[in-house]
């Protein structure tokens, strides 16, 4: 496991909720200073002897509400409390309809080095019907604007299988991104979430989702479609133009490196323990202020959970799961263990095993939750 950490930050501000959102985030903008203040305090509090740091991530909620002096402040406070190595990732997600070119301009200066573009969709039916702020073409500037003010390393955020969703408005979609020639895509199915509107909107029966079967359709449609044009399929929903434009801090979590994540509802992990900040901003604020840690709970993992959390997140990726190293790590053969089991994966074409490598195929990815599942049953 790798001595470099990572680093979250949890910036949960949006100018308004769209309409599938379940993230922790907030319209009050008012906070953003207390909020800023605090987030600043926790770095302090929790940093310990100066740990090497390789990534850090601004996430949200909608980072590019902060101000460019609020984020340099931040990261000076990193720098001063961790050992950031000097090529260390600094991601950034901008949201379309916040921004300017002056504003990324300032960004790269301070620092950043990718951004995520929060862009959903170049389809306006889709942006309008998921409440998100902007327009296709505030998305499509946003990109022009990161190039011109230096970045390179640009990911775009992309949804899918929204309830009018056909194969041919999702590949005019993705046709639309790939003219932007982004470097990194990260395309996600839509998820319907019981308590965001979308989710009472189906519980009334106002809006039909499409089907699973039409779903899984479109994720392998995606797959190949950016297959054909050299972006690999490297994790269930990220896509990258070569090796090295993958975000190695998504990378991180895949492989259980041990992260920090500052701000409310962000979770940290040291290898063997989670815990998890309040989703309350003022509970968090409340915390911080009276001196606390704005710790919410935590669990340390058993031997079983580690086994199998690190057969989920393998399998989500290209790579899949390297046999000897669980071996070593449990001191468990994975292919006596789950002997049954691998046999049927195998045989049913939703797996294979390659240079000693248990991973799925497009196939199997498309079940990769009953075969966790699967999986779940007989280690737990
Ligand atoms: S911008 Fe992102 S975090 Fe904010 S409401 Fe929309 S999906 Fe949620």
Same mark, same amino acid.
């Given at each position: 496991?790798?001595?470099?950490?990572?680093?979250?930050?949890?910036?949960?501000?949006? !100018?308004?909720?769209?309409?599938?959102?379940?993230?922790?985030?907030?319209?009050? /903008?008012?906070?953003?200073?207390?909020?800023?203040?605090?987030?600043?305090?926790?770095? #302090?509090?929790?940093?310990?002897?100066?740990?090497?740091?390789?990534?850090?991530?601004?996430?949200?909620?909608?980072?590019? /509400?902060?101000?460019?002096?609020?984020?340099?402040?931040?990261?000076?406070? !990193?720098?001063?409390?961790?050992?950031? %190595?000097?090529?260390? =990732?600094?991601?950034?997600?901008?949201?379309?309809?916040?921004?300017?070119?002056?504003?990324?301009?300032?960004?790269?200066?301070?620092?950043?080095?990718?951004?995520?573009?929060?862009?959903?969709?170049?389809? $306006?039916?889709?942006?309008?019907?998921?409440?998100?702020?902007?327009?296709? #073409? +505030?998305?499509?500037?946003?990109?022009?604007?990161?190039?011109?003010?230096?970045?390179?390393?640009?990911?775009?955020?992309?949804?899918?299988?929204?309830?009018?969703?056909?194969?041919?408005?999702?590949?005019?979609?993705?046709?639309?991104?790939?003219?932007?020639?982004?470097?990194?895509?990260?395309?996600?199915? %839509?998820?319907?979430?019981?308590?965001?509107?979308?989710?009472?909107?189906?519980?009334?029966?106002?809006?039909?989702?499409?089907?699973?079967?039409?779903?899984?359709?479109?994720?392998?449609?995606?797959?190949?479609?950016?297959?054909?044009?050299?972006?690999?399929?490297?994790?269930?929903?990220?896509?990258?133009?070569?090796?090295?434009?993958?975000?190695?801090?998504?990378?991180?979590?895949? $492989?259980?490196?041990?992260?920090?994540?500052?701000?409310?509802?962000?979770?940290?992990? $040291?290898?063997?323990?989670?815990?998890?900040?309040?989703?309350?901003?003022?509970?968090?604020?409340?915390?911080?202020?009276?001196?606390? %840690?704005?710790?919410?709970?935590?669990?340390?993992?058993?031997?079983? +959970?580690?086994? /199998?959390?690190?057969?989920?997140?393998?399998?989500?990726?290209?790579?899949?799961?390297?046999?000897?190293?669980?071996?070593?790590?449990?001191?468990?053969?994975? =292919?006596?263990?789950?002997? $049954?089991?691998?046999?049927?994966?195998?045989?049913?074409?939703?797996?294979?095993?390659?240079?000693?490598?248990?991973?799925?195929?497009?196939?199997?990815?498309?079940?990769?939750?009953?075969?966790?599942?699967?999986?779940?049953?007989?280690?737990?």
């Amino acid at each position: 496991m790798s001595d470099q950490k990572s680093i979250y930050l949890h910036i949960p501000f949006c !100018i308004k909720k769209c309409v599938y959102c379940d993230f922790c985030s907030t319209t009050r /903008l008012f906070w953003i200073p207390d909020y800023i203040r605090c987030l600043k305090k926790e770095i #302090e509090r929790r940093s310990g002897s100066k740990k090497k740091i390789s990534t850090i991530y601004f996430g949200g909620g909608t980072p590019s /509400l902060l101000s460019v002096k609020d984020v340099e402040m931040l990261l000076q406070t !990193i720098g001063d409390n961790f050992d950031v %190595l000097r090529d260390a =990732e600094i991601t950034f997600e901008v949201n379309p309809g916040t921004i300017d070119f002056y504003y990324l301009k300032e960004l790269k200066s301070a620092g950043i080095n990718r951004l995520s573009i929060g862009a959903q969709s170049f389809n $306006d039916e889709k942006l309008k019907f998921s409440g998100r702020i902007h327009t296709a #073409e +505030q998305a499509g500037n946003t990109i022009d604007y990161a190039r011109k003010a230096g970045f390179d390393n640009i990911s775009l955020d992309l949804i899918f299988g929204l309830p009018f969703e056909t194969k041919t408005i999702w590949l005019e979609d993705l046709n639309k991104a790939l003219a932007m020639m982004p470097s990194h895509l990260s395309c996600y199915m %839509l998820t319907i979430e019981s308590k965001t509107p979308l989710g009472e909107k189906v519980k009334k029966g106002l809006v039909t989702p499409i089907s699973r079967n039409a779903m899984l359709e479109l994720f392998k449609t995606t797959s190949r479609f950016l297959g054909e044009f050299e972006y690999e399929h490297y994790e269930i929903s990220s896509f990258a133009k070569g090796f090295q434009n993958r975000s190695k801090h998504n990378a991180k979590y895949w $492989d259980r490196t041990p992260y920090y994540g500052f701000g409310a509802a962000a979770h940290s992990f $040291d290898g063997n323990a989670r815990a998890w900040n309040h989703h309350s901003i003022k509970i968090y604020i409340k915390d911080i202020n009276a001196g606390r %840690l704005p710790v919410e709970d935590s669990e340390t993992l058993t031997l079983e +959970q580690k086994m /199998l959390e690190m057969i989920m997140l393998r399998l989500r990726t290209l790579e899949g799961l390297d046999l000897a190293e669980f071996k070593t790590l449990f001191n468990i053969s994975f =292919e006596a263990q789950f002997k $049954d089991m691998l046999e049927q994966i195998l045989e049913g074409s939703s797996g294979l095993i390659k240079d000693g490598r248990f991973m799925l195929t497009l196939e199997g990815k498309t079940c990769l939750n009953s075969i966790v599942e699967g999986f779940a049953g007989k280690i737990l």
